[in-house]
């Protein structure tokens, strides 16, 4: 007998692409890189842990640092497993030696944006090979967190330098380190000098306001975003006791600094920022902004290299991506 046959206007089922899609991607997992710039002990090392420890379920690397060996004095990176929800996240911390760790502080960020660009290469030279992986491991930095000193004067002729050469090759998000040794209108002021400070210095900080690819609604994510940087943060690695309840915080002779109190800083938004609203947008921005700016600088380095103007120079193995 014949079988039922289905109507033509029956349910197709692409419209279950997004959960296609979404499976494939949980099964294969998330990657995100983050590096950490700024002065010897701001807090970075700190910070990090206060955001990621909590959910850690694997690291590789240097991880079991002691206080004695924890002052970094060359570019590490440390690569984490995090898990919520089943969902896994392949973190890499990207460490960075702090300026005044060298006796030359002059070129001190050289060696930083070696980095970052040595990632893009790396990448670069993966896509170009015949044999392609089908996943390319991404160790392209996706975010940079920027660590100001909590001076509450202005930023550091040193800041606006190595803010420059950074805003050219990675987003960079800025914060306030140890937020706690200024008072709210402080922070307020402070952030507003370094903001005019930017401005002046043409230094564009992620989320980025030209791009178009942004709806509505995530343009105004992001110019609330843009309101509140730089975050103003604490970080800590021990629980203080308020109100009878554990928390994450710092114990002062005055009280406890409580790190997940939004009246008390803005880690809770540096990390909800990190996390949940921006994760994808940062990854995605550094493939097609920062990746494809040097990948085309490359390309074009390759081409005029064996283009026919380039006849007077002489024929020599170029290698592109030393
Ligand atoms: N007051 C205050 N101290 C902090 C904060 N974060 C870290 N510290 C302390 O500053 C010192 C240096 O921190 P560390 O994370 O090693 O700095 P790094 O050199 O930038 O990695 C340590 O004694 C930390 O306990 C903070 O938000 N506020
Ligand atoms: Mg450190």
């Given at each position: 007998m014949f079988q039922e046959q289905t109507p033509l206007n029956a349910y197709v089922g692409f419209d279950t692409i997004t959960q296609q899609i979404e499976k494939k991607s949980i099964k294969r997992g998330f990657q995100f890189n983050v590096m950490v710039v700024g002065q010897t002990g701001l807090g970075k090392s700190t910070l990090v842990n206060t955001l990621f420890a909590s959910h850690l379920i694997e690291s590789k690397g240097r991880h079991n640092v002691d206080e004695l060996d924890r002052q970094t004095t060359r570019i590490e990176a440390?690569?984490?497993?995090?898990?919520?929800?089943?969902?896994?996240?392949?973190?890499?911390?990207?460490?960075?030696?702090?300026?005044?760790?060298?006796?030359?502080?002059?070129?001190?960020?050289?060696?930083?944006?070696?980095?970052?660009?040595?990632?893009?290469?790396?990448?670069?030279?993966?896509?170009?090979?015949?044999?392609?992986?089908?996943?390319?491991?991404?160790?392209?930095?996706?975010?940079?967190?920027?660590?100001?000193?909590?001076?509450?004067?202005?930023?550091?002729?040193?800041?606006?330098?190595?803010?420059?050469?950074?805003?050219?090759?990675?987003n960079v998000v800025p914060v306030i380190a140890k937020a706690d040794s200024l008072t709210i209108e402080e922070r307020a002021a402070f952030k507003k000098r370094i903001n005019a400070e930017l401005a002046f210095h043409n230094i564009d900080l992620y989320p980025y306001d030209n791009t178009e690819d942004y709806d509505d609604e995530e343009r105004m994510l992001n110019s609330s975003i843009r309101e509140l940087l730089p975050f103003a943060v604490v970080?800590?690695?021990?629980?203080?006791?308020?109100?009878?309840?554990?928390?994450?915080g710092r114990k002062t002779r005055w009280g406890a600094v409580v790190v997940e109190d939004e009246n008390h800083c803005e880690f809770i938004h540096l990390r909800n920022f990190l996390t949940r609203t921006h994760l994808q947008d940062l990854v995605e921005t550094t493939s097609m902004v920062h990746y494809e700016t040097f990948r085309s600088n490359q390309l074009l380095a390759l081409k005029g290299a064996v283009s026919p103007s380039s006849e007077a120079a002489p024929a020599k193995a170029f290698t592109p991506f030393a």
């Open positions: 440390v690569s984490h497993v995090i898990e919520e929800n089943g969902v896994r996240l392949r973190l890499n911390i990207v460490d960075t030696p702090g300026y005044g760790d060298q006796v030359n502080n002059e070129d001190c960020w050289e060696s930083i944006i070696k980095y970052i660009k040595d990632q893009h290469s790396a990448y670069l030279r993966k896509e170009l090979t015949a044999q392609r992986e089908r996943l390319i491991q991404d160790n392209r930095v996706h975010c940079c967190l920027y660590f100001i000193t909590p001076s509450g004067h202005s930023l550091k002729p040193i800041d606006i330098i190595v803010l420059k050469k950074l805003v050219q090759v990675v970080g800590s690695e021990k629980q203080v006791v308020v109100n009878g309840k554990a928390v994450i």
